[in-house]
């Protein structure tokens, strides 16, 4: 059974910087695209940054320039440096493990991110 669990969220005030973990268990990590997710409160998820098995990235244009996202094939991790917080990055953030173009698909349960003085 695949898991995936976040670490990393937090309170954190406008211009700070987190660093989200996300270790995955149960699949091969390596040949698994990975992501992180948002969803603020009365929205819909939405992909913030994505990497693929050879390390191509994807961002969301309002990130661009704030996070990367990068993996540790060797920790079965991904991991979503974020810094130049805003108060709109206020959202419970997701980590995904698919491999695309299959029915492989897992969730990690999420960690609450808040900016705010």
């Known amino acids: 059974q695949v898991q995936l669990v976040e670490s990393g969220g937090g309170l954190v005030q406008p211009g700070g910087s987190l660093r989200l973990s996300c270790t995955v268990s149960?699949?091969?990590?390596?040949?698994?695209?990975m992501g992180w997710y948002r969803q603020a409160p009365g929205k819909q998820r939405d992909m913030v940054a994505t990497?693929?098995?050879?390390?191509?990235?994807n961002y969301a244009d309002s990130v661009k320039g704030r996070f990367s996202i990068s993996r540790d094939n060797t920790k079965n991790t991904v991991y979503l440096q974020m810094n130049s917080l805003k108060p709109e990055d206020t959202a419970v953030y997701y980590c995904?493990?698919?491999?695309?173009?299959?029915?492989?698909?897992?969730w990690g349960q999420g960690t609450q991110v808040t900016v705010s003085s």
């Open positions: 990497i693929g098995i050879g390390g191509n990235t």
């Open positions: 149960g699949s091969i990590f390596s040949i698994d695209a």
């Open positions: 995904r493990r698919y491999i695309p173009g299959s029915n492989f698909d897992s």
